[in-house]
């Protein structure tokens, strides 16, 4: 008797078309998982800087600053030079002639009391003062992905055609370190009033070194100070 369904069904020795599909869809499969955990790398490892908390002083009305004095209160005294450094560029950019302290301060830590005499010597519109507030390190397990991948076929001889065998594979757990590095600038106007007229506490995430740090943070506050109308826009 003839069987009307026999119509459908392929010789062994024809080749199946889901075969080439499966596999396909296997290595997109795998791709994307691994294209979706570099990115969660990239995006986790990544050095940046942001500003976490912000305050200006609604009183203060005065014109954008054009000089000012930096003091970056650091134990070692090269690192203290890196950073002002990178600030006096930073602000440099905005058209702000800025006075690292360590040329006034060669021995010694710099202080606030210091800072005060420092301002009293020159006519400057303000000093801005940068501390060190803590490193905070945090660690995040994220899951492995589980993607479908082709490891066979087999032949079905009652229905004479080729099924494709999956298993599954779970990416091991991926997991991210952050480490945070909080800092605090206060912006301070010059003359004899030498008010607080904006303060901002800031993130480096991932700092490479002091250096890479120093130059993000000092790009993020005076990204900052801009904002807030403190300093003139970039020329």
């Not at 009307?4 to 020795?13: A, Q």
């Not at 955990?37 to 600053?65: E, F, H, N």
């Not at 803590?134 to 994220?142: A, H, L």
Request: glycine share 6%; proline share 5%.
């Amino acid at each position: 008797m003839h069987d009307p369904r026999s119509n459908r069904l392929r010789p062994p020795n024809r080749p199946c078309a889901c075969r080439t599909t499966a596999r396909l869809a296997a290595r997109t499969a795998r791709a994307i998982a691994v294209a979706l955990v570099l990115g969660l790398c990239a995006s986790g490892c990544a050095p940046s800087s942001r500003i976490t908390q912000l305050w200006k002083d609604p009183a203060y009305s005065g014109a954008p600053m054009k000089s000012m004095m930096v003091f970056c209160i650091k134990k070692d005294p090269v690192r203290q030079r890196v950073w002002e450094d990178a600030f006096v560029t930073e602000l440099a950019k905005c058209g702000v002639q800025a006075t690292p302290s360590y040329t006034l301060f060669v021995n010694g830590q710099v202080d606030t009391l210091k800072a005060h005499d420092a301002i009293d010597q020159g006519v400057r519109d303000g000093f801005l003062m940068v501390k060190n507030l803590g490193k905070d390190t945090k660690t995040t397990v994220i899951p492995g992905m589980t993607t479908r991948e082709v490891v066979g076929r087999h032949y079905d001889p009652v229905w004479r055609t080729f099924e494709t065998v999956y298993r599954e594979v779970k990416a091991p757990d991926y997991v991210e370190t952050e480490t945070v590095r909080s800092y605090e600038s206060n912006l301070f106007s010059g003359g004899d009033e030498r008010q607080l007229v904006w303060s901002g506490e800031s993130a480096a995430v991932n700092a490479e070194s002091s250096q890479d740090a120093g130059q993000k943070t000092a790009k993020t506050i005076v990204a900052g100070l801009r904002k807030s109308g403190l300093i003139r826009a970039a020329k």
